[in-house]
């Protein structure tokens, strides 16, 4: 079975920068979307971005666009979100999730897989 595990999570300042892997047992990814979902203590999960692992075709919530960047390693098994210009409110638990399919969810419930999530903490 599947099994999405991330690491990269941290303390780091505003302005600054990390970057979170998620890596599988073994398995590729070629036939699925693959996403990184955040969730603040008391709040929603919510769909930061999203990666067709087959096309490479990406997708971003606003507030992040122009400052994160999601990527697939070639082996297609490893997916990268790079942070850059983090904010205090950037804090949250991170999750890599994963569907399979041809398009990226439209809602995070849409996921089949989860990882068990990787803290950033930004700072001010």
């Known amino acids: 079975q599947l099994r999405l595990v991330e690491s990269g999570g941290g303390l780091v300042q505003s302005g600054g920068s990390r970057r979170l892997s998620c890596t599988t047992n073994?398995?590729?990814?070629?036939?699925?979307?693959v996403g990184w979902v955040r969730q603040v203590p008391g709040k929603e999960r919510e769909g930061v971005s999203c990666i067709n692992m087959h096309r490479g075709h990406t997708n971003y919530k606003d507030s992040v666009k122009g400052r994160f960047t999601i990527s697939r390693d070639n082996a297609q098994r490893t997916v990268y979100l790079q942070m850059n210009d983090l904010k205090p409110e950037d804090t949250a638990v991170y999750y890599c999730?994963?569907?399979?399919?041809?398009?990226?969810?439209?809602?995070?419930?849409?996921?089949?897989?989860w990882g068990q999530g990787t803290q950033v903490t930004v700072s001010s």
């Open positions: 073994g398995y590729t990814l070629g036939a699925y979307n």
């Open positions: 999730a994963a569907r399979f399919g041809s398009t990226c969810p439209v809602d995070v419930s849409q996921y089949g897989h």
